[in-house]
């Protein structure tokens, strides 16, 4: 009974026992010559978490490369060279694979991007959306495919940052993502002041401006309406006194619509300038004899 009870446990524990980083490359490079070129990513990734060597990420380059992902074959194949050692050299195909990533790219649906992280110097990571989210390298210039992509940019004490870009041709591409830290963005938001390489808008201060001039024009017609009122009261010509009364009409309505147009945008600059949330929703309902103006803000 002991030692069957002994087999028991041998069984069972057997199942949890966890491949070594030999056991996982040798399971990448079967899969690999079966063309099952996803798996045999994942099994090299596997073995380089147990164990990070140059030969591991020049297999997960191969991998890409037989595949035809040539922007994440260039990745994994600086991977490796930056890795190489006197006792983890580089394979001797690895020169060949450089040649023909380099034509492959020059031919494909692919533009070169050259991303940088802001301010210089920090160890940053990139990721690119269309990419494996496990797949972080360093900025750097690569190729991406042709469509939408979401640069992610994050470093230790720095507030993660992105930036979209859209690649439609062979154009090649530089973006610089700005990294802060918390505290800087604090003060900014608390000063209103702006990253550097972002002028504040000018958008507030002319509507104000517009909206002051506006409501000047609407003090105008307003005078001209005056007249007009004293013109109707002192007339006894019929015909004068409908001439008069167009006039009245015209511009009671004309100042009625310069004034809400004047108070709603000095209202929209002075409450845009005031906040940094979302900007005011600005209503006119015109009414028989008038007009409402609605104000909508959040913050």
Same mark, same amino acid.
């Given at each position: 009974m002991r030692w069957?009870? @002994?087999?028991?446990?041998?069984?069972? $524990?057997?199942?949890?026992?966890?491949?070594?980083a030999e056991q996982l490359q040798a399971k990448g490079?079967?899969?690999?010559?079966?063309?099952?070129?996803?798996? $045999?990513?994942?099994?090299?990734?596997?073995a380089d978490a147990i164990e990070p060597r140059a030969s591991h990420a020049c297999l997960i380059a191969?991998?890409?490369l037989r595949g035809e992902a040539w922007p994440q074959a260039e990745i994994?194949?600086?991977?490796?060279?930056?890795?190489?050692? $006197?006792?983890d050299p580089l394979p001797d195909w690895v020169p060949e694979a450089e040649k023909l990533i380099a034509q492959k790219v020059a031919t494909?649906? @692919?533009?070169? @991007?050259?991303i940088a992280v802001d301010p210089p110097g920090i160890d940053a990571k990139v990721q690119v959306s269309t990419f494996p989210q496990d797949e972080a390298f360093e900025p750097r210039k690569i190729h991406l495919p042709f469509g939408h992509h979401t640069i992610v940019a994050s470093a230790n004490g720095y507030i993660t940052g992105q930036q979209d870009i859209d690649i439609t041709d062979a154009t090649p591409q530089r973006i610089a993502i700005v990294l802060h830290r918390p505290a800087e963005v604090v003060t900014v938001q608390k000063e209103g002041t702006?990253?550097?390489?972002?002028?504040?808008?000018?958008?507030?201060?002319?509507?104000?401006?517009a909206g002051a001039i506006t409501f000047g024009a609407g003090l105008v017609s307003y005078g001209v309406m005056g007249l007009s009122w004293y013109e109707l009261d002192s007339t006894k010509s019929s015909s004068t006194y409908r001439s008069?009364?167009?006039?009245?009409?015209?511009?009671?309505?004309?100042?009625?619509?310069?004034?809400?147009?004047? @108070?709603?945008?000095f209202v929209t600059g002075y409450l845009l300038h005031?906040?940094?949330?979302?900007?005011?929703?600005v209503s006119i309902t015109p009414r028989a004899g008038g007009g409402v103006l609605s104000l909508e803000w959040s913050r």
């Open positions: 069957i009870a @002994v087999v028991a446990t041998v069984c069972i $524990a057997a199942p949890a026992r966890a491949d070594t490079e079967q899969l690999a010559k079966l063309a099952r070129y996803p798996e $045999a990513i994942a099994a090299f990734k596997q191969l991998a890409y994994f194949l600086a991977r490796c060279h930056a890795r190489a050692t $006197a006792e494909a649906r @692919v533009a070169e @991007v050259d702006h990253p550097a390489g972002h002028a504040p808008s000018r958008l507030p201060r002319d509507l104000m401006i008069y009364s167009t006039s009245y009409d015209v511009s009671k309505y004309a100042t009625i619509g310069l004034w809400t147009a004047g @108070v709603g945008m005031r906040s940094h949330d979302e900007a005011p929703i």
